[in-house]
C-alpha cells in the first residue's frame, strides 16, 4: 500500500512534467533571454521565494557564481533573505532581474512593485497564484504560469524550470557543451 503511494507520487510528477514541456518552454526561453540580457548588460539575478522558494532561489544563485553543469565563468547572482522586500531597494539596478519563486503563500505584490520601481524586470515562477500575480506584471515581465495547485508538484516544476534555465543562459553564453 505504501509502496503504490510512493509510485503514484512519481508517476504523477512525471505525468506533470511531459505534459508541461510545450507551454512552459516559451515562458522559459523568454525568462533566460531576459537574465542573459541582465548578465551580458553589466547587471546581475537576484531571487528570491518564501517556504521552499526560499530555498530554490539559494540554489538558482548557487548554480549562477559557481556552475550548472560545466565549467564557466561566476554570473552575477544574489538570493535574497527574509528582507527580500529592503533588498530589492537597496541592491536593485536598472536592467537587473528578479527571480520570484512564489508559493501562493505570500504576498508578493510590494515586492513586485519595488523591483518594477527600480525598472528591474521580473522572472516570476508561480502555480495556482499565477493569475493573480499576472495583473501586476509589465509586458516586460515573464510569468511562468505551472500548471498545479499542490505545492509538492509546483515546486517540483520550478526546480526543474530553474535548471532549464541555467542551461538556457550557459548555452547562450558558451554554445553547445562538447559530448
Known amino acids: 500500500m505504501l509502496e ?13 512534467q511531459y505534459q508541461s514541456a510545450e ?12 537574465m542573459l540580457g541582465a548578465i551580458t548588460g553589466g547587471g546581475k539575478v ?21 556552475r ?19 533588498q530589492v531597494l537597496a541592491l536593485g539596478l536598472p536592467g537587473d532581474v528578479l527571480v520570484l519563486l512564489d508559493d501562493g503563500e505570500t504576498d508578493c505584490a510590494a515586492l513586485i512593485r519595488a523591483a518594477q520601481g527600480k525598472d528591474m524586470t521580473l522572472v516570476v515562477l508561480a502555480g ?14 515573464v510569468l511562468v504560469a ?15 524550470a530553474l535548471h532549464c534555465l541555467c542551461d538556457a543562459v550557459d548555452f547562450q553564453l558558451m554554445g553547445e557543451q562538447e559530448p
Open 4 to 16: 503504490q503511494r510512493i509510485q503514484q507520487q512519481f508517476f504523477e510528477s512525471a505525468d506533470l
Open 23 to 34: 507551454s512552459l518552454s516559451r515562458p522559459i526561453a523568454q525568462a533566460a533571454a531576459a
Open 46 to 66: 537576484l531571487a528570491a521565494g518564501s517556504g521552499a522558494g526560499h530555498a530554490l532561489a539559494q540554489h538558482l544563485a548557487q548554480l549562477f557564481i559557481t
Open 68 to 86: 550548472f553543469e560545466r565549467e564557466r565563468p561566476p554570473l552575477a547572482a544574489v538570493a535574497l533573505g527574509a528582507q527580500a522586500l529592503a
Open 128 to 141: 495556482q497564484s499565477a493569475a493573480a500575480l499576472n495583473e501586476y506584471l509589465a509586458e516586460t515581465d
Open 146 to 160: 505551472l500548471p498545479s495547485e499542490r505545492p509538492a508538484r509546483v515546486a517540483e516544476l520550478q526546480l526543474l
